[in-house]
């Protein structure tokens, strides 16, 4: 696969500051590329950590606070020479994941089922002056008879450096335009995990496109040597949050319950974690690029979903690949059998 290593991650350079929580800026990539020295602070990520909310409240578009109702399932267990090959065995289980702690202060929750609310919010997110970056996932409700086909996404969560959005479209007459508008964007840039399969699929559901989107599996493989394996395979939001945010990201039985109902508030809190453990593990790694010698090309980990087909960013056709990513010793299928029941059983 031809790859225009012209256009490098070395395009994007991070400023942060405690008080403006995600700064993410674009540079040029010639201007990067022509210096042999890059300002990044050398101070590790430090996020701020608030207050506790008050008790939730369930209702349109309101903040809505902190839950406790949250069962975890996932947790790193795998044998001791998957362990070798897996950076995020390299602790004990971490806390659960909280938005709050990672978030800046001014950040809230906003839980939407009105589409003018979706699409009033939404312009306001995309009028931000610096480049927009949001973490994005998607839920629907799941089905238990095999063979059934899949029920359409019924909730869309926008995590960006000011709000995070629960866009509840399964409550709405209608796909928002405004939603639609800032997903076949090419100037907001979506990151997420599993996000190939999610951006195929919202064009089955609701026919829309999802322009610059960035799988962060492969860009923690392009980015982190530790990480072994195939290139393509699947790296867990959890097993992400556990490595470079020493958190993990419970599952558990809300993963599986009914997105197609008003949102209770541990659902809420599920959703919102998810997408901003998203937009907190790209800062992560965009910053481990950068103090690369020679960071990853954008290909590499960089795709558009148009109209449910994978593309670069000349239309043609994308798949994953790294010509430089090192797979390293493949697991044996008794190690892999292993750690799939660890975790199952966890």
């Excluded at 907001?188 to 960035?214: E, L």
């Excluded at 097993?239 to 997105?259: C, E, F, H, N």
Aim: proline share 7%; aromatic share 8%; hydrophobic share 35%.
């Amino acid at each position: 696969m031809h790859l225009t290593c012209r256009r490098v991650l070395a395009c994007l350079a991070v400023t942060s500051s405690p008080s403006q929580g995600y700064g993410i800026t674009n540079k040029t990539c010639c201007g990067l590329l022509a210096s042999h020295s890059r300002n990044i602070s050398s101070e590790p990520f430090s996020p701020s950590v608030t207050n506790s909310p008050q008790r939730p409240v369930r209702s349109q578009n309101k903040i809505v606070g902190r839950s406790t109702d949250v069962s975890p399932r996932h947790r790193s267990a795998f044998s001791s020479a998957s362990r070798n090959m897996d950076p995020s065995s390299d602790s004990a289980t971490p806390a659960p994941y909280d938005w709050r702690t990672f978030a800046p202060s001014h950040v809230r929750l906003r839980y939407i089922t009105s589409e003018d609310t979706a699409n009033a919010r939404i312009a306001r997110m995309m009028t931000r002056p610096s480049p927009l970056i949001v973490g994005l996932d998607f839920e629907w409700r799941p089905t238990f008879v095999a063979g059934t086909p899949e029920n359409p996404i019924a909730l869309v969560q926008l995590a960006s450096e000011e709000e995070i959005l629960l866009v509840h479209v399964s409550a709405m007459k209608a796909f928002p335009t405004g939603l639609r508008d800032l997903l076949e964007s090419g100037s907001c840039r979506k990151v997420g995990v599993g996000i190939q399969y999610d951006c195929k699929k919202v064009w089955r559901d609701h026919g829309v496109s999802v322009r610059n989107c960035v799988d962060l599996s492969l860009l923690a493989r392009s980015v982190d040597e530790r990480w072994k394996g195939p290139y393509k395979a699947g790296i867990g939001l959890s097993r992400l949050a556990q490595t470079y945010l020493k958190r993990r990201v419970p599952k558990g039985r809300i993963q599986r319950s009914d997105w197609e109902m008003e949102l209770s508030s541990g659902q809420q809190e599920y959703a919102a974690n998810d997408s901003h453990a998203s937009l907190a593990i790209y800062r992560v790694l965009l910053q481990r690029a950068l103090a690369l010698a020679a960071p990853p090309a954008t290909e590499c980990f960089r795709f558009d979903a148009i109209k449910g087909v994978l593309r670069d960013d000349e239309g043609q056709p994308w798949f994953p690949f790294n010509p430089q990513y090192e797979p390293g010793p493949q697991e044996t299928r008794t190690e892999r059998v292993a750690g799939t029941a660890a975790v199952c059983a966890a």
